[in-house]
């Protein structure tokens, strides 16, 4: 069972280091390098698909990468994004996209945002899928958000996000993505909660790391759109100081159970 492994990891203090993966080849080679979880991103919308943002991505095409995670990793814990659109409302419709992604060798499904996707986690959860939440910048909610833009800023804010953690887990959620939020507001929802928490761009105090694997090979320049890219501040490219595909992913894993990572520098 996936939520009590989860759990094991929250209550021994070691960090739990995750990466996104699409296919069987690195679902492989991560787990030889020692990750603990595999993420079916809808950012393969963006990293494999080459669009602007995680929005066209559809349910079919995150179960046909999920079954290929699983054909590389037949043990692996493996989570896989709900893409927008599929889970909207705690609905029919929901359980059957969640379920056909559980079909396709997922152990917990990943829904974003507070509002109305607590009410979809408890539906689920209630009908046995495992649900991760994802906190903070959502990044189906981008043109909402007016953007890549921290998140949890005011008191205002940050009230609101540690309220929905709290709602997400007594929803039943088992693992919480907390995402460009300040440090110390992650390190807050941390400590407040019994469910592990997994940060990007939220300080070395979450109970974990994601990163997407193209920005830790450092191979993501944005979208084909002549638009000049930025890599957001929370990036490190594991690649350029150690040689190999394999040893970055290593090193990565290393750093996140060290807590090297993320340093002050790829916090806010
Ligand atoms: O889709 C994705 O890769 C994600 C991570 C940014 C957490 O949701």
């Known amino acids: ?59 079919q095409e995150m179960a046909y990468h999920t079954s290929m995670v699983r054909a590389g990793a037949p043990h692996a814990m493996i989570v896989t994004d709900m893409p927008a659109n599929s889970y909207e409302h705690q609905s029919a419709d929901a359980l059957r996209n969640a379920q056909a992604l559980l079909a396709a060798g997922a152990d917990m499904v990943k829904i974003e945002g507070g509002g109305n996707t607590i009410a979809c986690t408890k539906y689920l959860v209630d009908h046995g899928i495992p649900v991760c939440g994802h906190l903070g910048f959502t990044p189906q909610s981008v043109h909402q958000l007016g953007g ?81 890219f930025k890599s957001p501040r929370f990036v490190k490219n594991f690649l350029s100081a150690h040689g190999s595909i394999q040893s970055a992913i290593s090193h990565y894993v290393q750093a996140v159970k060290t807590a090297e990572f993320p340093g002050k520098e790829h916090s806010y």
């Open 1 to 59: 069972m996936i939520a009590s492994k989860l759990m094991q990891f929250k209550q021994s203090g070691e960090k739990l280091a995750m990466l996104t993966c699409y296919d069987a080849t690195f679902a492989k080679l991560m787990v030889e390098q020692g990750v603990d979880i595999l993420l079916v991103g809808d950012s393969l919308g963006m990293v494999l698909q080459g669009q602007a943002d995680t929005l066209k991505v559809s349910i």
């Open 148 to 228: 890549y833009k921290i998140q949890g800023k005011t008191d205002m804010q940050a009230h609101q996000i540690l309220h929905d953690a709290l709602a997400l887990q007594e929803a039943g959620a088992s693992l919480l993505v907390l995402e460009m939020i300040p440090a110390a507001l992650a390190s807050q929802i941390t400590a407040a909660l019994s469910i592990a928490t997994i940060g990007i761009g939220a300080g070395v105090n979450c109970d974990g790391q994601v990163l997407v694997l193209h920005d830790l090979l450092g191979i993501y320049t944005g979208p084909a759109s002549g638009k000049t």
